[in-house]
């Protein structure tokens, strides 16, 4: 599978989450898709600037080494469209490695793929990740299996970020 990665995102991201991630991969100059179901500008939750998306959720995907989702009102409003949950699981049915932080991890519960889990993610979605059937795990960075890790919060990046660049560069 090549190196390629998918950071898939809506309104309302977080925006330390989405933004130092996407610096730290052009710094390593690892190749790399924001996806979202409209061609137009998506804004975080700060505003501190809109990023445009390279790929639309409704094009045929390709085949991604791994896929990064922000959090805070991101995965809230991904779930507004059905096909969300659909496509995140179809990317850990191809072997995708999938990375959350914050509130995204509701995603990974959405596509059925936290029962039995140990997961981490925002104090505020513990309920949630519970009734998903995973372990909630108060952490800033908790490895759930082979291809899924999660991050507590943007507080954490400096634990989440060395372990996205690790986990991204293993494959």
Not at 29 to 46: C, H, P, T
Not at 117 to 139: C, P, W
Not at 143 to 170: C, V, Y
């Amino acid at each position: 599978m090549q190196k390629k990665v998918a950071i898939v995102l809506d309104d309302g991201f977080h925006d330390l989450e989405l933004w130092i991630p996407y610096y730290r991969l052009k710094e390593e100059k690892i190749e790399f898709d924001i996806l979202a179901w409209q061609n137009r500008a998506y804004k975080g939750e700060f505003g501190i600037d809109s990023v445009l998306p390279t790929r639309l959720l409704s094009e045929p995907l390709e085949d991604y080494c791994l896929a990064f989702f922000p959090g805070a009102r991101s995965p809230e409003n991904l779930l507004k469209n059905s096909e969300s949950a659909k496509i995140v699981r179809r990317m850990y049915d191809r072997g995708t490695h999938l990375a959350t932080i914050c509130h995204s991890p509701l995603l990974l519960g959405e596509a059925g793929l936290l029962k039995g889990k140990s997961v981490t993610g925002h104090f505020s979605i513990r309920q949630a990740i519970e009734k998903f059937g995973a372990n909630y795990v108060d952490a800033p960075v908790v490895k759930s299996s082979d291809n899924i890790f999660t991050g507590r919060t943007h507080l954490d990046m400096a634990q989440f970020m060395p372990n996205l660049m690790k986990e991204i560069l293993s494959l």
